[in-house]
């Protein structure tokens, strides 16, 4: 599942491509990702252009020209691709939104996520997005927020990194990659943990995610032909994914554990 900095990849492609090109057609193929009845939402798009493109937690936000906000969930498999308006894949998009410039702006497999249209520019408002917690990066978010919000919990650190209604957007592999970067066990409690430890947490959470947006994250799926930026995060990875491989630091094997429904990635030796 795409994480911030995929988001971040996909929000700086959005605003490099789309911006105020008016919506000129509609294609849905998939109603059930929409959160209103289909003519509603061609009748309240078509016309529109982007104005702005936002990110909130794993969520991204179209500002329309009406007021109107889209907000966009890619979940497991969902991905976004800026198409010329006669590509054969159009036929597989879920939506579809085709632009005045002759491209189209396909959203594909949004099956367990979503595209919902509010009636406002205030996305603070949106229900899907209310009940997130801060986000890491986030100019207020200190250290000393961070170790508070921590305190408040008990259980283990990498479910806890990565639950949306305590700190917004970090999924599964940067929460592998935050506690390698720790030198921190996935298991570990935090009530166990000293506020060294969880201050540590907390500058690698915000070094690695910005070093992740500015390589373009890790996910599998170009925006366009032109993309050159999708994925270049993946070479840096250190443990995600790296089952049986050698740890960068001492050499030992890579070792994968379920903790808290998810997998985590983590050397034995270097993590305590
Ligand atoms: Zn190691």
Same mark, same amino acid.
């Given at each position: 599942m795409p994480e911030i900095p995929e988001i971040e990849t996909v929000c700086t492609h959005l605003r490099d491509s789309v %911006?105020? &090109?008016?919506? /000129?057609g509609i294609t849905i193929?998939?109603?059930?990702? %929409?959160?209103?009845?289909s003519e509603s939402f061609i009748s309240l798009v +078509?016309?529109? &252009?982007?104005s702005a493109v936002g990110r909130r937690a794993k969520i991204i936000l179209l500002t329309l020209s009406n007021h109107h906000t889209i907000t966009i969930h890619f979940m497991l498999e969902g991905y976004v691709q800026l198409l010329k &308006?006669?590509?054969?894949? %159009? +036929?597989?998009?879920s939506v579809a939104l085709c632009l005045s410039t002759d491209k189209t702006l396909a959203f594909f497999k949004i099956n367990l996520g979503y595209i919902h249209l509010f009636? /406002?520019?205030?996305?603070?408002?949106?229900d899907d997005v209310s009940n997130i917690g801060p986000e890491? %990066? +986030?100019? @207020?978010? /200190?250290a000393s927020h961070f170790l508070a919000l921590l305190r408040t919990r008990k259980g283990m650190i990498k479910p806890l990194l990565m639950d949306q209604k305590l700190i917004?957007?970090?999924?599964n592999v940067y929460s592998n990659e935050v506690l390698f970067c720790s030198r921190i066990?996935?298991?570990?409690?935090v009530k166990e943990m000293t506020d060294e430890e969880l201050s540590h947490i907390y500058h690698c959470l915000r070094s690695i995610l910005n070093q992740a947006i500015y390589r373009g994250g890790? =996910?599998?799926?170009?925006? &366009?032909? +032109?993309?050159?930026? /999708?994925?270049? =995060?993946v070479p840096y990875l250190?443990?995600? =994914?790296?089952? @049986?491989g050698p740890c960068y630091e001492c050499g030992l094997p890579i070792q994968t554990q379920r903790v808290g429904g998810r997998n985590a990635f983590y050397c034995s030796n270097c993590q305590h």
């Open positions: %911006l105020n &090109s008016p919506i /000129t193929n998939r109603a059930k990702c %929409l959160n209103i009845a +078509s016309g529109q &252009s982007i &308006s006669d590509d054969p894949d %159009l +036929s597989h998009a009636p /406002t520019t205030d996305w603070r408002t949106i890491p %990066l +986030s100019e @207020d978010f /200190t917004a957007g970090i999924g066990l996935p298991t570990r409690k890790v =996910y599998d799926r170009k925006y &366009s032909r +032109s993309d050159t930026l /999708t994925g270049g =995060y250190k443990v995600a =994914y790296r089952t @049986d």
